[in-house]
């Protein structure tokens, strides 16, 4: 016989009692204390638009001091490849430095000074313009470098766009401490001054909020670039105006301001970036910060009522029967936020007021959790095992649809992509197991890396090859350009580790990858005792054929893969056709240039 659920007892409930209450006793002292309370609302916002100005400023300085530790960083590595020992002649050594410089966003070239500040060359990307350089250093600048050891700067320049660059000076030191070289180079300020605009408009409603000058009191940062290209002069603007005792900016200094713009009240701060002479600075119109006072102030006055309201009827009345259940729910609240759910009792959830529907809410609440919890540890538990073995969109696919774990699959069109290591057998022969071993995991953990950031999964390492796959078991339209900028990062990073490998074990290795895009039958292929998830039929056999043909460091792609990218910025050479193994019909073969 089926149970016949309780019914929901009948009473007075805690709202009614509390809202009588207060028109009986508590209205008036709830109106002084409202009207008290607003009355010292404003010091507060004022304290949080303070707090607000400074945790930008802090932003600020953190954004800009990581950019040029970034910049210092780089330059220390191209000093590397300029003076180490072991790699070659000079024109090596810049033809290596000039393609680090090309994988750098912010910077075009790099200038190399011999000690005496001559100028000796200038290494960048192929396709950036011989840049204007000075030809020798002055002697101020030489001793400055010397006398600091890091990076100087120098100022504010523009380029030929109109566009304002960070001129910047670093010196290459021996272990002695002697400079053996000077590296000089001008650094984009275009995601910087974006990032100004950003926080102005995301917090401060205006992207001309915030600011960066220098010394002189001149633009070095801005939303606008154009304002700093033209090094705008604000020593005269309000913000500065109690500032004039300490116009270098040498001292670590916080500052706050109240002042006119001319237009109408505003607020800012100030605060001093010393290593470098700056000041960051954030302005608002008063207006504008203290917009939302008055409905502070409302929300103030409805919290003080419900406060108050609950205080006056706990003190009134002093009844067990409010207080006891609500230290029963407080305690079931804590029992809960340590996974140990106790119940909260039948003397709270037979109750007929909110209270009692609280409980009984509570109680359905924590059952859910206990419930959802226990899922969702036996998924992590197993996202954890299968992680180690398949790549995120398998186990994302076995995690939630486990019914699919069966053997079969469909059919899709997918972009196989096979990278090879040449001449891995002499390599291994002429080498200990043990460094290959390491060899090939470093190259494997990097390959992933490169495949799934760009969408793709590993379908399987074969040996010294791996297989990759985008199109299952997720596509997207680009898989295609996906594949063939997975394959150029793979023979970037390639370039980068060789300098490792040679400076660690005396070795380099070159890899060819051939790509082809087709369909394919992908699923699960195996036993229904042991299983794998992989892509099988003909365009994984051409992808592996156009492999075999490409050369140390070429990537060949097929024409289908070509007609799937398109015209998307790659830049794709015809290599001719090409007759494949097993195939009768030649194949029209593309290279990735370089």
């Not at 996974?339 to 809410?361: M, N, S």
């Amino acid at each position: 016989m089926a149970a016949i659920p309780a019914a929901t007892p009948r009473g007075v409930s805690l709202f009614t009692r509390l809202f009588l209450l207060i028109f009986a006793c508590a209205l008036p002292p709830l109106l002084g204390l409202g009207l008290k309370m607003m009355d010292t609302n404003a010091d507060a916002l004022e304290e949080v638009v303070r707090h607000l100005h400074r945790s930008i400023v802090g932003d600020v300085q953190r954004s800009v001091r990581v950019e040029l530790a970034r910049v210092e960083q780089e330059l220390d590595s191209i000093g590397m490849i300029l003076f180490a020992p072991g790699l070659g002649e000079d024109s090596t050594r810049f033809a290596l430095a000039g393609s680090r410089v090309g994988a750098l966003a912010s910077i075009d070239f790099v200038t190399l000074y011999a000690p005496s500040g001559q100028s000796v060359t200038t290494v960048k990307a192929h396709e950036v313009a011989n840049p204007q350089v000075p030809s020798r250093l002055e002697p101020v600048l030489l001793q400055e470098l010397a006398a600091r050891g890091h990076l100087v700067i120098q100022g504010v320049r523009v380029d030929a766009k109109g566009a304002p660059l960070l001129e910047v000076f670093f010196p290459i030191t021996a272990v002695d401490g002697t400079v053996r070289g000077i590296l000089g180079t001008q650094v984009k300020l275009g995601a910087l001054c974006a990032f100004m605009g950003e926080l102005g408009e995301k917090f401060l409603g205006s992207r001309e909020a915030v600011f960066v000058v220098d010394r002189e009191r001149r633009l070095v940062l801005h939303a606008d670039p154009a304002r700093v290209a033209a090094r705008e002069d604000l020593s005269q603007y309000g913000l500065f105006a109690a500032l004039s005792g300490n116009a270098s900016f040498n001292t670590d200094m916080v500052a706050t301001s109240d002042f006119h713009d001319g237009r109408q009240e505003m607020i800012g701060s100030l605060e001093v970036l010393s290593e470098r002479g700056w000041a960051v600075a954030v302005q608002q119109p008063r207006a504008v910060a203290y917009a939302s006072l008055s409905e502070m102030r409302l929300s103030i006055l409805l919290a003080l009522g419900v406060a108050a309201l609950v205080a006056l009827v706990v003190g009134v009345l002093g009844a067990r029967r409010l207080t006891r259940p609500i230290r029963t729910l407080v305690a079931a609240t804590q029992a809960l936020a340590e996974r140990t759910f106790q119940g909260v009792g039948e003397h709270v959830t037979r109750r007929g007021d909110e209270l009692g529907t609280l409980g009984r809410a509570f109680d359905s609440m924590a059952a859910t959790l206990d419930t959802k919890e226990r899922e969702l540890v036996t998924q992590t538990q197993v996202r954890a095992a299968l992680s180690r073995y398949l790549s995120p969109d398998v186990v994302d696919l076995v995690v939630s649809n486990p019914d699919q774990l069966r053997l079969g699959g469909e059919r899709r069109e997918v972009t196989i992509l096979f990278a090879d290591v040449v001449g891995f057998t002499k390599l291994s022969e002429s080498q200990p197991p043990e460094i290959i071993v390491a060899l090939l995991n470093e190259l494997f953990t990097f390959a992933t890396e490169i495949v799934q950031r760009r969408g793709g999964i590993i379908d399987k390492f074969i040996g010294d090859c791996v297989m990759a796959v985008w199109g299952s078991p997720q596509s997207r339209p680009d898989d295609a350009l996906r594949a063939v900028q997975a394959a150029e990062d793979l023979r970037r990073w390639v370039d980068v580790g060789n300098r490792r490998w040679r400076e660690r074990w005396g070795i380099e290795i070159q890899l060819a990858i051939g790509i082809h895009t087709g369909p394919a039958v992908a699923g699960n292929v195996g036993s229904e005792k042991r299983m794998e998830y992989t892509v099988i039929g003909d365009t994984v056999n051409v992808a592996a054929r156009i492999e075999s043909m490409a050369q140390p460091g070429q990537i060949l792609v097929s024409e289908a893969t070509r007609e799937r990218i398109g015209d998307q910025g790659v830049e794709l050479v015809p290599a001719g056709e090409r007759k494949l193994h097993g195939r009768t019909a030649a194949t029209l073969i593309y290279e990735v240039a370089v």
